[in-house]
Each structure stands twice: as C-alpha cells, then as structure tokens.
C-alpha cells in the first residue's frame, strides 16, 4: 500500500515538470531560412544593401569626408572637433570619417550575402544574373569608395557566416587587386542591369549608372596616384557609352537639378533617393541649414558652408553662383539677409562671433515638419554634367582637346557662360577643373577629384580651415587614415604611412 | 513650518504617552538553567507588543506590563519558550528547560531550511528587526552595509531608483552582475518591487556551497527573501504611519548674474570678440540660480497596515502599504501601493502544509532627470541646473540667448516635461508539502511573476529634444509573464538516532520567461495639452516597433547534507540547467559543489572551555555560472531596415548576426574558508570567510573588424577573479534589565583582478559623455577591475615654457598651447618612447574605482522603553570621475555655448596675475576636457545612515497593545572629501563598465522622519 502511494507520487512529480525542447525559435527576427522564397524577398536584401548608405547622421561625415578637404567648404566649429580636422585635412585616425569604413563593408556583406543566396529563390536565371549584378554593382560602389578614401584595403568577396580570424582579419590588398575586383563588377554589371525601372523603383542602379560609375573608375586609375593612363581612353569610351545612349540629359535650370519637386530627374544617373522619414531620409540639409533660414525650417546647425573666395571666384553671370550659394536671402521672419553684411549686425548670419562661411544652396527643403534628421533631398552620386565633365577631362587628357570642347561647353552654357574654345591641353585642364569646383560644389567630389588631379597641396593654400589649424603638406593627407578602431581590432591591418 | 508644526505634534504625544504610564506594573524574576546557571541575555516580552527586556548578568529582569491580563513570553536560545500570564503576580522566577530543537536559528536555503549550526556555506542573514528602524523604499537599498560581502551602490537620489548589488564583487565584465533573488522560494527576473516591511527574513548566500543550487544563476550570489507569515492566535493588526522630510545634501556655488556677465565678457576679450554684456554691473542681484529653481523640500510619506492571526490550521498575513515620495526635484514623484496576502493552510493531520504568496505592487513614477547624457539637447536638468547661464529674461524662458545660442531651461524640463513610468507587479505562488512519510516529503511550488512596465514621455517645444522636434512624445510598453514550476522531495535524517544523520533534497524545476515589448514615438505637435495620451496628434515622423521573446530553462538539481556525531559536516550540491539560451551545441551545463564543517567546539577535548560556546570551521567549493544571454544571440539572425526606393519608405533585410554555436554560461569557482566563532554565551560572536573565485568564459561582447560587415559578436573569453575576506562581529556588550546593548559591525575587502581578456591587450568602458571626451576606465589582464584611465595632467602652462621666440618648449594636445592650457604628461609614442605631443597613447592609470573596504556598523541601544538605533556606513578608498564637476570647473566654450561655472573656478583660475599651476584652475576658454586626473577625486566616505529613536507606550489599554513613536534622521552626517552632489554614485550604473562616474544624477538626499506605529 504504502509502495503505491509513493509511486504515485513520485509519477505526479515528473509530470508536474513538464519538458520543453530547448530548441529556440526567434519571434521578431527572420533567419535566413524564411528569406530568399522570391522575387520580392530578394529585392528587400537588395534594398538592404543600398539601406547601409543611409545610416543616422553619417551623411555629415560622408560629406565632410568628400567635400571637406577643399577650399571652397569652411566649417563653423573651429574647436578641437572632427568638423574642422576633415576640413583642413587635419586628419587623424579616430576622426568621424571613420564610421564609413563599417558602413562600406556593411554594404559589401550585404550584397555578398545576396550572391551567395540569391539562387536560393528559384529565379529565371536572366532575372537572378539581374539582380546578382545589382549586388555587384553595390559592392563595387562602396569598394571603390574605400579604395579612394584608404588606398589598399582589404578585399572580403563571400558572405562572412563565422568570426574566425581567417573569415574577418583579411590584411590590406593591394589597390591595383581592389581596382580589378570593381572593374569585374561593373563590367559584370552593365550588361545585366535593365536602362531604367519603373517609378516605384527609381533609385536602384541601372545599367547607365554602372558604366557611368566604370567610367569614373577608369578616370581614376588613370590619374594619381596610380597613373595608368592607358585608361583614359577606356574611361572616355564608357562616358561616350551613357552620353550616346540618349537617358540621359542637362535640366535647362541648374536650380532643377535639386530641387525636391523635380527628383529622378534626367540629370539624374545614380542618387539615393531620400523621403521625410527618419532612417530614410537625410539629415544633411539639417547640418547644412543656416538657423532662421527658409530652406530647412527645422532651425539648422549650419555646420558649413562656402567661403567667400570661392564665392567670389565665380562669374557674376554664373547662373549657379546664387544657386550654390545662400549669399543673400530674405529670412523665414522676412527679414533681408545678406552674408557679412555690417548693415544688420543683429542678425547672425555668417556665424556668431565671426565669418563662418556662406550659407548651402543645394539642399533645400523648406516644408519639413517630419523631423530635422529626415529631410527629403536625394544624395547625388552621379549626375549627367559630372559624366559630360568627366568626359572632356579623359578627351583631354588624351590630347583630344578640340573633341573635349563641346562637352565642357554644354555645361557652361546652361550655366550661362560663354564657350571655350582653347585647344591648349594645359589650359583646357584648368578650365575644366575649375568648371567642376563651380559646377559639382559639395556633391561629395572635392577631394576625389584633387587626389587624381595632384592638387591637394595646391588646394591647402587656399583652404581657410587649413590656416586655422596650421595644416602643413605632407604626403600623407593624400590619402585618408585608416581608422584607429579597426586597427586595434585587426592587427593585420596597417596605417597608412604619416599617421 | 510643516517640519515645526510635526514636532508639536509628536511632543504632545509623548506628553500624553507619560500620562497612561501610571496603569503599568512591574514584573521582575530570575531566569536560570536547569543547573542553576543565570541565562544571560534571555528574553522577556510582553505578548503581542514591542516592550521587553533582557535578563541581567545574573539572570534577574525587571520588566513593565500593561496588566494582569497581560502574557509574558520567556525565550531564551537552546531553551524551551515559557508563556506566562501575569495575574496578580508581580515576581515571576523560571528554569526554563534546554531545548534541542530548537538550539538553532533556522536558516532558509534554496528548496529548503537548515540549522545555523549545520551550514558549511556562507550564508548571513538579516532579520527584519534590523530593517524596522530605517526608512527604506525598496528591497534593494536595505542591504546596504548590513551584510558582509555585499557591496549596494544607489545610482541616485532619485524616489523610487533602484540599486546596484555586488555580491563579493564582479564577476563579469559585459555580462550580469547582479545577484538572483528568490522570494518566498519563487526567483524573479530583476529585484524585487514590493514593500519593503513585508520582509521577515534576508538571507545572502555567499559560497558556491550555498549558490550551487541555483546553478547558472547563482555566480553572482543569491538573495533569498521570506516575507511575513501569520501566527495562530489572536489577529493581530499594526498600523504604521511616517513621513519625512528631505533635503539636498550638498549644492555647487555658481556665478551670479554680475560674475557671469563678467565671466563672459572675459572670455570673448580672449578671443577677440565683442563682449556681450557692456555693462556687467547691471546684472547685480540678478540672474538665476537654477540649483534653487529647481530644488525643493522633499516630502515622503508612508502609511501602512497589516493584519496576521488565524486558527490553528489556517493562518493569514495580510498587509497593504501606500507610500508617496515628493523628491526634491519639482515635479518628481514616486507613489506606490502594495498588497501581500501570505495564507497558511494545514491538512490530512497535518501531513499537508500549503502555502499561498501572493503580491501585487504597482508604482507609478513621475521623473524628473530623464537623461543626463545627450548633449546639449538631451543633457538632463540637473546638468543644466549647474550649466545654464544666469542671465534670461525669465524663469519659464525657453529661447536663444543674447548670443543667438538655444538656452535648454532647467526650470521647464522638471516642470514641463512629463516622463511617467509604471511598473507593475503581481507575485503569486503556491507551495503544498506533503509528509509522505515521518522522513520523507514532497513539495510541489509553483508561481507566477507578471511584470507590466509603462513608460510615456511627452517632451514639450520648450524643453531639450522638443525643440527641435516641435514637442516630441513617446510610449513604450512591456510586459513579462515568468512562470516557474518545481518539484522536489526531501528525505530528513534518514538514520536517525545513530551518529550519522543524511538529509537530501532532489527536484526538477522549469521555468519560462516571456516577454512583449512594443513602442511608438513621433513628434511635431501643433496642439500639446494632451501630451503623450494622445501622441496621434503628433504629425512628425511615427516610429512603432514590438518584440516578443521566450526562454526556457529546465533544471535537476540535488542536495545532500551530512553529519557525523554533529560534528563534521559534509554538503554536497549539484544542478544540471539546460537553457534555450545556450547555444545549440551547449544546452546544458552541470554545477557542483562541496562544503565540508568541523564543529570543534562540539570535540569532547572543548567540553570544558566555558568561553568558547561555538566555533566552526568550513570551507567549500564549487562551480556556479551566469546565463546572461538575450535569447537568440547564438543564432544567426535577419533583422529589418527601411529604404526610400522610387521616393517610398520600403522594407528591406539586413543580416542581423552572425551564428555561434558554441556560446554558453560563464562559470565561476569559488573556494571558501570560513571560521564561525562564540565567545561568553554566544553574546560575542565573529564570523569570518576568505574567498577566492575565478569566472571564466566570461561573456563578452567582442569588437569584430568591421571588414566583416558586422561591429561585434557576443562570445565566450576571459577571465577574471575575486579574492578577499570579511568579517562579521556581532555583540551584546551591555545587558541589564534596564539597559542592553547590541551592536554588528561587518567589514569586508576584496580586489577584482582581470586576468585574461582573450587575446584582447585592454578593453575600454564606454565614453563618459557630457562634453566631456574619451573613455575613463581600463580592463587589462593583470589590472584592478575598471581603473580610470586618462591624461595626466601635471600643471597648466606658463610664460616660462616658451622659448625666446615664442614657440612652446614642453609637448602639447590638439595644437592647444594657450597659457593656462593643461600640461599633460607625455608618456610614451608610436615608437614606445616619448615623442613631445600628447596623443591617446599618453593616457594611463588615474585611479582606482574599487574601495578598499566597505563596512557597516549597526548599534541598538535599549533603555527601558526607548530604543536608540545608529547604523553607520563607509566605502573607503574609491576614486569617483566628478566629471560634472570639471565641466563646470574649467571655463571651456563648447560649440559656442558658453557654460556657467563654479564660483571656485572663477575665483582661482589661470591669469596673467595669478599664474597658478594648479590642474583644477585653467585659463578661460580652456579647450574640452579630456578624461585625465582633475576630474578624479576620492570617493571615500563614512556616512551616518540612519540613526533613529523610538519610544514604546506602556500602554494598558485592551484595544491598543502597543504604540511606538519614533524619530528617524537618513543620512544626516556624510564625512567626505568629495566635492560633488554626493561620493555614493553612479551615472552609468547600468554599465558594469563604468563604475564611479558622476554626471550630475538626482542628488541624493537627507531625510528626517517622524513615524507611529500602532499594534492592536
């Protein structure tokens, strides 16, 4: 008797303690099983991809990283921050323009990770190589963003799925390794990616954007520091790609080309395209707002501006001038503005305590009332008067001055100014670099453009942030540091020389 | 006026109190041994009230009834209890008779009890008695210096804020360090939310050999907490009442209106600007005091009843309490009411015993200092209490300043902003013993622990982060249902009545942890009347998000207790966990244990030793861990973004994480020695414990290259070790029938050694924040714990370190060579020698966050019917960041924002005049601090917590058994050399990474309360 009752018992006891599986199924994360099912799911990882160019408030870092270094941009906070360092070319290997390091490589795994799964959705195969190309075309954007910032950098070309040193430690590859993988890319690229898309998906990277991007590649190559300029005549082929193929062509307004009512214009070749959302849109203009302005009326930072020198190194007649450069303005509480000027002391424009430069025209979007750090203003990578530009630069440097003409000429005219007609190839050089400065002003070209050019030390005599910070010239600032926290994490990393 | 009018009051009541006295008669006796040999320190108590006295040295008491009905109870330890009733008696002399039974305190331990005599762990114990005499809010601060070993730092002065616990220090470095609580045998997730005065019991278990049997959740100790049951008999009902009054404890001196004018002008003269306010001397008697606009007498109330009593087999404890606590931050708040029902049942000749728990607590907390780490939008009032400048047209101004600069108003944000938090917490568990046998029994628990966590926030455009935002609101919700079910069978003292006696405990145990979570915020609101009741007429940017998880934990676990003679002591523990946490290859995980005692004062060769009534050698080992992962941080997982792709928001799937399958608990061994020691009848008492534990396979979360596409990965590395001693003397060096005194003083030090950081040559804590840049502490292999780590600095510069061309002669940071500038100490370059420019690689050592000991001193003082209490507590030998204290010490321009400084500074600083080389005085316009040694200051303190008189009613009233009135003073004497708000805090209390660091938190307070309770 007693027996049983135990056995009872003990019978009770183990089924109060019921057995689960200690299997876990994640409630609000995807894995990678469910993903990949088709078309659609795909085009979410693509978008993933594109999604790492737009992180918090990196743009302002993006910019000051591309733009900065020139004379033509002076930030307003000259104290120990990272603004003035990027500016003056000051730089250091724990300045902000270190961020974008993760966010490239971010953007590389991603689209690996969309080439090793891609197959996994059962895609007409044209359509797979569609979007395989896709993914290919973005790493080879942010590959070559890299190669430009850091010079050899390392070179990860499969999904990362473990963290053993071997998956994640890779050492720097060699620029001229880091260039072939893009070039295979584009080339892979730009017969597979479609000419354009249908609305809801303007913005993804067209077959146009990827010659235009190889092109651009080529144009470097060939200039400094690696000076293969046998790829002139490669760049000028693919720029004479996009320009024949007829997508493309100049707004009759330069003020147009950015404006938010008139976005996916036909100027426009590759852009991200941003919404008043935050985590999709910009916070840029809101950095680059001037307070009391009407053109973010989300009381702006104003972080930078232009200088008064390249202000006044315009053409009156230039209709960009005024566009580019918020100079004069009547404020959000109607009052005239002008930069500088003593007649209104009381209104601060042009800095508190001091000439902090002129006021950013290009990104305007006086009807925000989502969010200061959601603006609506697409970031323009690519855009047909940079390819025109690009053109004349890679005819001219193959001594095809007098072919080189007409392109630098449809850009001058729209912008009101008279044609050139030099066929000398060192004058027409200058005229067109000076072209760009005025015509690609804070379009994330500035320092790309000196590095192929040799210009940077001419540049820093000119840069108004640079003479604050005592910037001297060495070989070094060609180049950008490779940021210190990626160094300390992988010691099979080096320093770029000078850092 | 209130605090006088308090006094008359609780005057008038002691005056009516001597009025009743005359009913009392006095009852004296002898109280002896069945030898003859006086009990020393016996207990005499009237039933059913506090009044009482102790037996004298020679046994006599003298103690004073309410009447003849009244019953007088007679303990005495290892002796039987006598109950008495008076009659008309006015000697009463009692040999009471030994008792073996109960010869012991009897000690909760997990899934079961044991004798103080038979632990072989390390185990202290707090008796609510302690607890009685101070005013505490939550379960949390009342440990604080009551428990050798344990370590409570309250992050601040906040109502209602919680408290950081370390049990024999850190055991992780990234993961939990926080000790598991288990109440009424239920463990819950976090600490404890209910009323405090429901606790009967803490116990704090220490060693492995007491933790063991919680397994992966017992590395960091173990708080269990056994709330009140009811006894059979009369009901019982206590009334209690108090309130306090606090205020701040210490402020900072700012500049005035005329010193800021001056201030300021001085510091764009520098910099060659115009100066702002042409005319200082206008200013006089003007400006600001923010510290004051925002501060006030805070007042804190409490109003408790609880009734207890039942039949022979039913017994109940029901108790209600509402406390309201006005801090001294306007428009802070922290109001909470609790209800505990506690329900005894017995049955099938009492073979059944059945216990029901159940408490319910809601609080809801306005709060004051939603932030103090964003800047400038977002850096909290109590920052901008200090930092704000003193010159704006009014109190409620929320402009820019004369300067075009936004002013963040103090004032608005304590009073405008509207930050609610509302917990809620329902505990309810049911615990059915069935003695199968005499020896054999079964116990089934099973609870529930659902936890409801609210948080609304509405940020007006006047305040910080609105401003922008054009007013800003945000709703969060979370929710957990825990549920925990365990069985287990406890077999007693198998082979009784020989020299061997086993106990042992074996059960399975499974617990589920899930948990909801949902959130939404937007902004721009054109109408704000409604804040965040009703954010949808917010038309900004809408952000919503949920979450769901679930964990699971199964578990076996067994206990085994064995004697010899009573003499030698063996406990054996282990648990096997499995946890859906661990990663696919690591389920689960196995802890064990060992503790061995040695009774010699029980050896016949101690027989004779009439000092020497107890002591007890132990020492244990054993294996415990920590589980504190997130669910599904092993696995490989996709998350969600967004892209505007064609000008639409679309979604997109980003890869999230990378799988481990390897990822696991982190361990820790423990040894310990420890000495129990009992000298003159047990009345001085020593308990002393050695510890040494290594954690390995410390979770961290690793920094991966970012090459990989991925920032980090939570693994297993490392390792890190404690070691140290504590002491624990408890006396009763005073004890007449008039006069007793009792008295616990505990001290404990230990150090926190990283050992290894796998592979990794140092690990940073977070950045400090605030203006101020860099990280502030270090984890190396072979280092202390956490040690700050900056600059050096060794003087300002001087006239004296240029040359005669003008250029500087000693090295210099960030180009800044301005005089009156820091001078760091270069200590090394990129070629390991110094290279004349001060870089990060000059950064070292600066301090120590870790206190060389804490202890805690508790004193109770009997005198006939009044009771004094003191308890004393002390952290010596820490160093804190008072990094508010540098930013308003330094006179730097930060984003063109000028700073309010310290009259100090002001008056000390680096002139042309005054060229001193002191590091806390730099020249105006001093760049940004960097971390380094002028912001670190020692820490130590000795503070007099609590000291509290009460006053027992001899009372002979037939309804009113007992009226005590009291006077309690909470933190009123805090002996410090520290120059901020208060040396007990800890800005980023949440991050075991940054111990020591003051941010300007909600200032702590000091408090003095007047409070009745009431028996019937």
Not at chain 2, 690 to 708: C, E, G, M, R
Not at chain 2, 855 to 873: A, E, M
Request: glycine residues 10%; contains cysteine.
């Amino acid at each position: 008797m007693y027996k049983y009752k135990l056995l009872t018992i003990l019978a009770a006891f183990f089924a109060f303690t019921a057995c689960e599986s200690l299997e876990e199924v994640p409630y609000s994360s995807l894995s990678v099983d469910n993903l990949y099912q088709n078309e659609a799911d795909v085009d979410a990882a693509l978008y993933g991809v594109y999604s790492t160019h737009n992180v918090s408030n990196h743009d302002l870092w993006y910019f000051l990283a591309t733009s900065g270094p020139s004379e033509s941009v002076v930030v307003r906070l000259k104290g120990d921050g990272n603004q003035g360092r990027l500016s003056s070319l000051s730089f250091t290997a724990t300045d902000a323009h270190g961020v974008w390091w993760p966010n490239f490589y971010r953007m590389i795994n991603r689209a690996n990770a969309v080439m090793a799964n891609v197959s996994k959705a059962g895609l007409d195969p044209a359509l797979e190589e569609e979007k395989t190309a896709e993914a290919r075309f973005l790493r080879a954007f942010a590959y070559f963003h890299l190669v430009k910032w850091f010079g050899d950098v390392p070179l990860h070309l499969e999904e990362t799925t473990d963290f053993s040193d071997e998956s994640v430690k890779k050492p720097r590859a060699p620029m001229e390794e880091v260039y072939a993988v893009i070039i295979d890319d584009l080339q892979y690229a730009e017969t597979r990616l479609p000419a354009s898309y249908i609305s809801a998906e303007q913005g993804r990277a067209t077959s146009g954007a990827a010659k235009s991007l190889l092109g651009k590649v080529y144009l470097n190559m060939a200039g400094k520091p690696l000076e293969l300029t046998a790829n002139y005549a490669l760049a000028s082929q693919k720029f004479a790609e996009v320009i024949n193929s007829g997508s493309y062509a100049l707004q009759s307004n330069f003020g147009d080309v950015f404006s938010i009512d008139n976005e996916f214009n036909d100027e426009l070749i590759f852009v991200r395209p941003n919404i008043r959302e935050t985590g999709v849109g910009t916070v840029l203009t809101f950095f680059a707002g001037v307070p009391q302005s009407p053109f973010a009326n989300r009381n702006g930072q104003y972080q930078f501006g232009f200088t008064e020198y390249f202000y006044n190194s315009f053409n009156p007649e230039d209709t960009r001038r005024d566009e580019t450069l918020l100079y004069s303005y009547v404020d959000a509480l109607g009052r005239e503005v002008t930069f500088n000027s003593p007649d209104n002391p009381a209104l601060p424009f042009g800095g508190y305590g001091g000439n902090k430069g002129i006021g950013f025209g290009k990104l305007k979007d006086p009807f925000n009332d989502i969010s200061a750090f959601a603006h609506t203003n697409d970031i323009i990578f690519i855009r047909y008067a940079d390819v025109l530009l690009m053109h004349a630069e890679a005819l001219n440097e193959q001594g095809q001055t007098t072919e080189a003409l007409p392109f630098l000429n449809q850009v001058r005219s729209r912008a009101g100014l008279e044609n050139v007609s030099t066929t000398d190839q060192a004058e027409l050089r200058d005229i067109i670099k000076q072209e760009r400065k005025w015509e690609l002003a804070g379009e994330y070209v500035e320092y790309g453009d000196l590095q192929r050019w040799g210009d940077i030390e001419a540049s820093l005599f000119l840069n108004e942030d640079a003479a604050v910070f005592n910037t001297v010239y060495s070989p070094a600032i060609e180049l950008l540091p490779i940021p210190q926290g990626q160094i300390e994490t992988n010691e099979n990393l080096t320093q770029n020389p000078g850092y | 006026m209130k605090l006088f009018y308090h006094v008359c009051l609780i005057g008038l009541l002691l005056l009516s109190a001597a009025g009743l006295r005359a009913q009392n008669t006095t009852i004296s006796g002898t109280l002896t041994a069945p030898d003859g040999t006086p009990l020393i320190g016996a207990t005499v108590q009237q039933e059913g009230t506090s009044s009482g006295t102790v037996a004298d040295l020679d046994g006599n008491y003298s103690v004073t009834v309410s009447g003849p009905d009244a019953t007088l109870i007679f303990t005495y330890t290892g002796y039987k209890t006598v109950r008495e009733i008076v009659g008309n008696r006015t000697t009463i002399n009692l040999v009471l008779a030994e008792d073996a039974e109960t010869l012991d305190q009897i000690v909760v331990v997990g899934y079961g009890s044991q004798k103080r005599s038979d632990i072989t762990g390390s185990v202290s114990s707090v008796s609510s008695e302690d607890l009685e005499k101070a005013v505490f809010t939550s379960v949390d601060q009342l440990l604080q210096g009551r428990s050798a070993g344990v370590q409570v730092t309250s992050s601040s002065g906040e109502p209602g804020s919680g408290a950081t616990i370390r049990i024999r220090g850190n055991n992780s470095i990234s993961g939990n360090n926080g000790p598991l609580y288990v109440v009424d045998g239920i463990p819950i997730a976090g600490s404890p939310n209910f009323n405090p005065q429901d606790i009967a019991n803490i116990e704090v278990l220490k060693d492995a050999s007491a933790t063991a049997i919680y397994g992966s959740r017992g590395a960091n100790g173990v708080i269990l907490v056994t709330t009140k049951r009811g006894e059979s008999g009369k009901t019982r009902i206590d009334v209690s009442h108090n309130t306090t009054y606090s205020e701040v404890i210490n402020t900072y001196e700012m500049l005035n209106g005329q010193q800021y004018a001056e201030f300021r002008n001085e510091a764009n003269r520098d910099l060659g600007q115009p100066e702002p306010f042409p005319n200082p001397a206008e200013f006089a008697g003007q400006g600001f005091n923010w510290q004051d606009e925002i501060l006030e007498t805070g007042q804190r109330s409490e109003t408790g009843i609880s009734l207890s009593g039942g039949s022979e087999n039913v017994r109940f404890f029901v108790s209600g309490n509402y406390l309201s606590d006005n801090g001294i931050v306007k428009g802070s708040s922290y109001n909470r009411g609790t209800i505990r029902a506690n329900l005894d049942m017995d049955g099938l000749n009492d073979k059944l015993l059945v216990k029901v728990n159940f408490n319910a607590a809601h609080s809801q907390n306005q709060r004051a200092i939603t932030s103090s780490r964003g800047f400038p939008a977002s850096a909290g009032p109590i920052f901008n209490a200090l930092t704000s400048e003193p010159i704006v047209p009014s109190l409620t101004y929320s402009g820019f300043t004369g300067e075009g600069n936004q002013f963040y108003n103090p004032y608005l944000e304590v009073t405008e902003q509207d930050d609610r938090q509302f917990l809620t917490d329902l505990v309810a568990s049911t615990e059915a013993t069935y003695k199968i046998t005499d020896r054999l029994s079964y116990t089934f628990n099973g609870g529930v622990n659902f936890t409801l966590n609210n948080r609304d926030i509405f940020t007006p455009k006047t305040v910080g982060t609105g401003i922008n935002a054009n007013g800003q609101a945000s709703n969060s919700r979370g929710q957990g249902y825990d549920y925990i079910v365990s069985n287990y069978l406890t077999y007693d003292d198998i082979f009784r009545g020989s020299d061997h006696a086993l106990t042992a405990v074996t059960g399975l145990e499974y617990s589920e942890f899930n948990n909801y979570s949902s959130s939404s915020s937007t902004s721009n609101f054109d109408i704000e009347t409604l804040g965040s009741d009703n954010i949808g007429i917010g038309t900004g940017d809408v952000s919503v998000g949920s979450g769901r998880s679930l964990a699971v934990l199964q578990s076996g676990f067994l206990r085994a207790n064995y004697a010899f003679k009573d003499r030698y002591l063996l406990t054996a523990t282990i648990r096997a966990d499995g946890s859906s946490r661990f990663a696919e290859n690591e389920k689960w995980g196995y802890f064990p244990s060992a503790a061995f005692g040695w009774r010699v004062s029980e050896e016949s060769f101690m027989a004779d030793n009439s000092t020497i009534d107890n002591l007890k050698l132990r020492f244990s080992i054993g294996e415990t861990g920590s589980q504190s992962i997130g669910s599904y941080q092993s696995l490989a997982r996709y998350g969600t973004a967004t892209y505007g792709v064609g000008g639409i928001e679309t979604l997109a799937y980003i890869p999230a994480s990378v799988a481990n399958p390897n990822l696991k608990w982190e361990t820790t061994r423990q040894i310990d020695l420890g000495l129990d020691l009992g000298l003159f009848k047990n009345r001085l008492e020593f308990i002393f414990d050695y510890f040494k534990k290594t954690t390995v396979d410390l979770l961290q979360s690793i920094s991966i290259p970012s090459q990989s596409g991925f920032g980090g990965a939570l693994v297993n590395f490392g390792s890190i070790s404690n070691e140290g001693v504590e002491l624990a003397i408890n006396a009763t060096p005073i004890a007449t029938s008039d006069f007793s005194w009792n008295t616990g003083f505990n001290i404990t030090t230990y150090k926190t050694k990283v050992i290894e950081l796998g592979g990794d040559e140092e690990i940073f804590g977070p950045g400090l924040g605030v203006n101020v840049f860099g990280n502030g502490h270090i984890f190396r292999p072979g280092d202390e714990y956490g040690l700050l780590y900056g600059f050096n600095a060794i003087g300002l510069i001087q006239e004296s370190d240029f040359d005669g061309d003008g250029n500087i002669t000693v090295p210099i940071r960030n180009n800044d060579s301005r005089l009156g500038a820091w001078k760091f100490e270069d200590i090394t370059g990129p070629n390991g020698v110094p290279d004349g420019i001060i870089t990060n690689l000059d950064r070292k050592v600066i301090g120590n966050p870790n206190p060389d000991f804490l202890w805690g001193w508790n004193n109770d003082l009997n005198y006939k019917n009044f009771n004094l209490n003191f308890f004393v507590q002390a952290s010596v030998g820490n160093d804190v960041y008072n990094t508010i204290g540098t930013a308003v010490n330094s006179g730097f321009n930060n984003n063109e924002a000028y700073k309010n400084q310290t009259v100090d500074w002001y008056e000390n600083r680096w002139t042309p005049e005054n060229p001193t080389n002191d590091i806390r005085y730099p020249s105006i316009n001093s760049s940004s601090p960097p971390v380094a040694n002028y912001m670190v200051e020692d820490g130590s303190y000795i503070r007099l917590k609590n000291i509290s008189l009460r006053y027992t009613l001899p009372l002979a009233n037939s309804v009113l058994s007992s009226v005590q009135l009291y006077l309690t003073g909470t933190n009123l004497i805090t002996i410090t050399d520290y120059s901020g708000f208060d040396p007990e805090v800890s800005s980023l209390g949440g991050n075991s990474l940054a111990p020591g660091v003051d941010l300007g938190v909600y200032p702590r307070q000091k408090g003095y309360t007047f409070g009745a309770n009431v028996k019937f």
